[in-house]
């Protein structure tokens, strides 16, 4: 008996288990573990991954599977064992664990359709829905779903004359390409030539090409450079002299471009104290993990180039992981650039068809190096040399929706299978990360210096309250002004830094106070001057402006607060002669608009760059000489543990574009709370300092690095089932939980309701708990009617947003 366990594609507590499928005969050395089959699951068809192929099973009369939907193993080995590993650290369910591995390409939808069972049974169908089956024997469940005959195909159902399958629908297509190439050898092809008909010109013409080079070429060039017909070249393949095959292409999204190649740099003394222990680590296959600590600009990303040539030597592979905002071409030219074609790069700016392209690359070997956001953590490399994470800091490397992973924790797992370093790389660590480099459970390596030996740039924090009193009302300080007015005239760079994080344009009445908010979620609306609407950013409601206080019917309620498309207004009302190019979610939605705007900045098309979040990384550009931060302070307010430590970092990244090269910067940092140690540490760009405070206060609160945490939010359209439900929660878990864990609420999250539904949460801080993970399931078993029934509860092992 050939038996393979499978985990089926059913999201409930009950499947989330292995079944035993028989494995038919013809298949028996077809199927094997990590690959995906079809199987027959209650009247369904479904999908699902092979993750044991066996010779026995205690199971009697074992369905058969019922077709293979891969040819090889979409998942190996390692990953399958790191699903399980996902699903135990995230308590997510095994299918979601392997699906989130997998290129969206894969995610095959179903279609779900109403089958009539045999044709004789048409006679005996209500006459009403006899017309669904005229021409064929499936219709799809949307053509019936809103039909009002639906009942008559329930009945019908019932009684067996139809039922409901489910179909996988048809998988991406592999691009594929025609190639021409000679089937015979070149004293053949000499011989027929002759013997080609006088007038036969155009088909002597290719057979002469084949003979002088005499190999497979794609047809269209082939048309092209000879200017034949394809016609021509058929009768050629008719005559059987040339043959013609489909070869699959990938569709580089980098095809059209060449990177100049570069060379390693001769490291400096800092890069190479660095370099050394991690090159041991690759040589002596030593699983360990390296903080690379290095200020903006000290020349990491050549320590993680000459790090990834020594992988390569060994013939490893090496995963790199950058920032999604930060995957700019800039960072992806200077891979390309040292591995060439070697490099794959993964990131949300391509298609799915590009993604699964760069993925199979990687899959069969063909990329040694793969450059991507979060999700490239699961390259499918079967001989990992080295994970690198670049700007570890980074909160994106968390996913915020199921499985809820850590970028950062699953390159550790997957390191110590393979027994590889791990290098985290960043100007401002996380706490927990510096912590542990500090505590010695990673190794600290430090580049003090930057590269040009340029000092940090000097940076200036300006009190707008004081602003304010001078009778100044514009968003630029007196002395940003002066320093833009000057870099005008020096035609050197500015960048404009827009904190949009936090808060936005929202209306406000100047009178009594009233803030426009969203009628569903407890969120105020945002302005938008493109369309003069205000927006809900959860929920996506929209109304318009109101022209009067629905409170106190005040006239004077208007916008408060600045976005980009404000500052860039007033730039030009203030400096009519500066080009301004604006980068924000507006001006770059479009495909390589991001890309572009850079580009033509760089080039020197505009004096200065004004944006959000996205300006914050990864520029480098020499003639930026001023930075200005035009609100620093908008993230410090959030109800969030980690406020001070984002704005921290923020403005210390944003400080560090200025000056790289040659010229010196500067930077105005511009605050209303000039006093709050994280904006004035950033302005001494003193990470160590700034570390230590920011750790007293952790402890005292009992935060992370000191406490693991983890958040439940339970949601619902009922407040009291809300309420009642996390109270409930809170309560059962408190039980069970030693006295050194601390169970915080039920309380409103700071965000009390989003589209209808109320919010409420509970906080556990704890240090070691044997309990916990068994006691969170509990808690989602006990629910599991409920959870089908609207409830929502959700369970963030390790949260990075609060809210
Ligand atoms: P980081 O990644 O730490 O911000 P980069 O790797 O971008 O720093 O380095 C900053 C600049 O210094 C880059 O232009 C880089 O090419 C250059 N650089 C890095 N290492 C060296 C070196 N050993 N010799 C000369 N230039 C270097
Ligand atoms: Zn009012
Ligand atoms: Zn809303």
Known sequence: MNVASVIVDVITKQTDKTFDYLIPDKWLNTIQPGMRVIVPFGPRRIQGFVTEVKKHSDIHALKEIIEPMDLVPVLTDELLQLGNWLAENTLCF?????????????????????KLLSRENIEILPKEIRPFFEKSETVSWEDIAKNEHITLFQKEAARGTVEVIYEVKERLKKKKVKYIS??????????????????????????????????????????????????????????GLLTEKYVEVYRDPYKDRTFAKTVPLPLTVEQLNAVKPIHQSIEQEINRVFLLFGVTGSGKTEVYLQSIQ????????????VPEISLTPQMVKRFKGRFGDEVAVLHSGLSAGEKYDEWRKIQRGEAKVVVGA???????????????????????????????????????????????????????????TFARAKKGVYQLLTLAKRMNNQALPAVEIIDMREELRAGNRSMFSRLLFEKLTDRLEKKEQTVLFLNKRGHSSFVI?????YVLNCPHCDISLTYHRFNQQMKCHYCGFETSVPTKCPECSSKHIRYFGTGTQKVEEELGKLLPEARVIRMDVDTTSRKGAHERLLDNFQRGKGDILLGTQMIAKGLDFPNITLVGVLSADTML???????????????????????????????????????????????????????????VVRKIHKYPPFYFIVMLTVSHEQLMKVISVT???????????????????PVASPIQRINNRYRYQCLIKYKQEQNLSQTLKAVLDHYQHDIANG???????????MM
């Not at 929660?729 to 864990?741: K, Q, T, V, Y």
Request: hydrophobic share 40%.
């Open 94 to 114: 095994k299918i979601s664990a392997f699906q989130v591995m997998l290129p969206a390409a894969f995610k095959a939808k179903y279609g779900k359709k109403i």
């Open 182 to 239: 000679p089937a015979h050898s070149i004293e053949i092809l000499i011989e027929q030539l002759k013997l080609l008909q006088k007038n036969a010109l155009k088909q002597k013409i290719v057979l002469a090409y084949f003979i002088d080079h005499f190999e497979p070429v794609e047809l269209q060039k082939l048309l092209a450079r000879l200017d034949v017909s394809q016609a021509t070249v058929k009768s050629l393949i008719k005559k």
């Open 310 to 321: 020594k992988v390569l030597a060994k013939g490893k592979e090496a995963i790199v992981l």
């Open 374 to 432: 979060r999700s490239a953590i699961f390259a499918p490399f079967k001989n990992i040399g080295i994970i690198i994470i670049d700007e570890e800091h980074e909160t994106s490397y968390k996913q915020e929706e199921n499985p809820r992973y850590h970028a950062r924790d699953v390159a550790i797992e997957r390191a110590k299978f393979h027994n590889c370093p791990v290098v985290l790389g960043s100007a401002t660590p996380s706490l927990e």
């Open 509 to 513: 009445c100047r009178d009594c106070g």
């Open 637 to 695: 307010h959030l109800p969030d543990f980690r406020s001070s430590e984002k704005t921290f970092q923020l403005l210390t990244q944003v400080s560090g574009r200025a000056g790289r090269h040659k010229l010196p910067g500067e930077v105005i940092i511009q605050t209303y709370t000039p006093e709050h140690y994280s904006i004035k540490l950033a302005g001494n760009q003193d990470f160590n300092r700034f570390y230590e405070q920011e750790m």
């Open 727 to 745: 109270g409930k929660i809170a309560e059962f878990i408190r039980a069970r939980l030693s006295n050194n864990a601390i169970v915080l609420g």
């Open 791 to 801: 409830l929502t509860i959700s369970v963030d092992m390790n949260p990075y947003i």
